[in-house]
């Protein structure tokens, strides 16, 4: 069945790197724009980035613009998240999630992986 | 950038009710697409509705969505206990795709 699955949460200090991971399954991965989504604990829902289906385009949240960084390999079926200079206000839930064709919105969402940053 | 607003924060009411959720927008929503999320606690959001009024696939008929330009709704027209959870409308019909921040939705 279709399938999104992150991975590559933990805890980092501030000032440091994260890479996240986010492996698709069970449909065309190269038909669909990918996002990353956050929670903080406790917060609602915060858009982070998005990557064209084609990874023509790529756009980031103004809290996240020139510190993370969203990639996809489309022979993995994976979508990444390279996180720089992380800040304590980064700790959240992180969510991959598939824009549906035609309209249908975020359509299949991953289970999350969690970053804690803290000293 | 559009800034979405949901009101009321939190509804409490009982099962068999009528939940009525607003969700107005800064500007207006290209091409309505205003989408609502359904979240659970520890479970990842899900989509209901799309497009302002489209229902996802697999959502039960008691879930609409209407309305367009800069002010939508979401209605549950019955409530049911597995209904409690937490309501997001969302704009993705320009960048960034913004999320209102929410209707608590409590059974009583």
């Known amino acids: 069945q279709m399938q999104l699955m992150e991975s590559g949460g933990g805890v980092a200090q501030p000032g440091r790197s994260l890479r996240l991971s986010c492996l698709a399954s069970g449909f065309i991965f190269t038909r669909h724009g990918m996002h990353w989504v956050r929670q903080a604990p406790g917060k609602g829902l915060e858009w982070v980035a998005v990557?064209?289906?084609?990874?023509?385009?790529?756009y980031y949240g103004d809290s996240v613009k020139g510190r993370f960084t969203i990639s996809r390999d489309d022979s993995k079926n994976t979508v990444y998240l390279q996180m720089s200079s992380l800040r304590v206000e980064d700790t959240a839930r992180y969510y991959c999630?598939?824009?549906?064709?035609?309209?249908?919105?975020?359509?299949?969402w991953g289970q999350g992986t969690v970053v804690t940053v803290s000293s | 950038e559009i800034v979405l607003t949901q009101s009321p924060g939190t509804l409490s009411l009982s099962p068999g009710d009528r939940a009525t959720l607003s969700c107005r927008a800064s500007q207006s929503v290209s091409s309505d697409y205003l989408a609502w999320y359904q979240q659970k606690p520890g479970q990842a959001p899900r989509v209901l509705i799309h497009?302002?009024?489209t229902r996802a696939t697999g959502i039960p008929d008691r879930f609409s969505g209407s309305g367009s330009g800069t002010d939508f709704t979401l209605t549950i027209s019955r409530l049911e206990p597995e209904d409690s959870a937490v309501y997001y409308c969302q704009q993705y019909g320009g960048l960034p795709f913004a999320f209102g921040p929410g209707t608590n939705v409590e059974i009583k």
């Open positions: 990557i064209y289906y084609d990874g023509s385009k790529k």
């Open positions: 999630v598939r824009l549906g064709i035609n309209g249908d919105a975020f359509d299949l």
């Open positions: 497009r302002a009024s």
